[in-house]
């Protein structure tokens, strides 16, 4: 394709491929379906964890309230801080205490008055202000029943869980309340979260390779669709797309499919009839250039100078016209490539003496440049010769009256070579770059359109591809560049 102004800037939302949206549509559902999940998962780890240290603390403070039995606890009394009965408690409970690794073992009245506690600075007879402590709790003690308290912020923080167990006096009532609070479940419960972070990431990362495969299994057979759209566009009917899935996309390309192969029916068949009506216009102007030569000696040296002029208008308008039918068929038919090894200096000789009398007549300075040492390649020399020969008549007329006109090859840039035209006219307007190398468009008054066309036809056949773009000294530049494959190997 020839080179192009850039294009008027798009917003950037506008930009965004859809590969980009699939991806991060995926990923933000991926990723919102694992942050729940995290939440949900670390939420229903924290209770299990929580219920199981709760029944654990149950047993302890059933234990606790087994070595403070009623008789013993009936006996303490406000001011008893020091007292043998209560310092012989404190020792069990602090057996208990030690063994276990809870944070504190204390005892109180139903009204919530100390009778016990372990902690230091708490004397007998103290109001406790237990806001975790609700009145469901009571109902379920003196049912005999030992309960736990979910997890709640302690002093500092820190994450505690409380059990109590019931003391019943001999009626069966509830005297007392045995209270174990344990503080150890805060290290437990960092490093599930520690856990829930290192799975989280692991979720992004999946995430994100999830999304990669999901957004590039819509958007890779898109991109094929487009890719053979393109190649269909530039006249390759026979591209296809290759259909992998069922789905809507392998509809579509099923049906860009059936498109091509029409359109390529189509084609063949258009270009087919119009050869064979070139060909039919063809004989009969052969035959009128045959008999206009005849007239020509049948008049003599002795002719007037309207003869004259009428027989040159003739034989110049039918040349004309067989020229154009000569393109006319280069671009329907076929091409068949007849290479040869040929020396791109040799090429570019031929193409500078073949243009040299159009740069006279145009008044245009015609240079050459070569490389030096270049290999020989194999291609069409007919074809290509045309082909540069067409490129460097257009630089002369653009250049007609003054200017210069410059035919060079060299190495090119991907190891295989170039043959660039260059001249000092006014350029290509900008209305032309979008139909350049689109047939039959033409900006001169008596061209055919198919010139371009047709040179990039040739290209395209030996695997090549031609540019075109604007000097910025100004005039144009077409650059015809030939793969490595086509040098010759030493």
Known sequence: MPASQPAPSTPRLLRRSIFTKQLTFFLLLILLISGVSSVLFFTAARQHLEGEIGQKLQYIARI?????????????????????????????????????GVRNIFAFRPDKVSLLDLAPNVPIGTAYQLGHFTPGFLEQLRQGNSIHTPGYDGAGDETVISAFAPVIDEEGNLFAVIGVDAGAADAIIEQLRTRQYWLTFACVGGAVLLALFLARSITSPIRQIAHTADQLGRGQYEARVQVLSQDEVGTLAEAINRMAEEVRNRDAALKEMAASVAHEIRNPLNSIKLLIALLDEELGPDKQPAQISVMETLHYEIGKLNSFITEYLTFARPITLIRDQVEPASLVASVRDLATVHAQEGQVDLDTRIAADLATISVDRMRLEQTLLNLVLNAVQACAGSGRVVLSTGPGTEGGIYFAVEDTGPGISEDAWPQLFEPFFTTKMEG???????????????????????????????????????????
Request: hydrophobic residues 40%; proline residues 5%; glycine residues 8%.
């Open 64 to 100: 606790a309230a087994h070595s403070a039995p009623f008789d013993r606890l009936y006996l303490v009394q406000t001011g008893d801080d020091q007292s043998r009965l209560v310092l012989r408690l404190k020792v069990k409970l602090g057996q208990i205490q030690q063994a276990t």
């Open 448 to 490: 055919t359109g198919l010139g371009l066309a047709n040179a990039r036809k040739i290209v395209e056949e030996h695997q090549g591809r031609i540019d075109a773009a604007n000097r910025p000294q100004g005039g144009a530049r077409f650059v015809v560049h030939l793969p490595a494959a086509l040098l010759s190997t030493p």
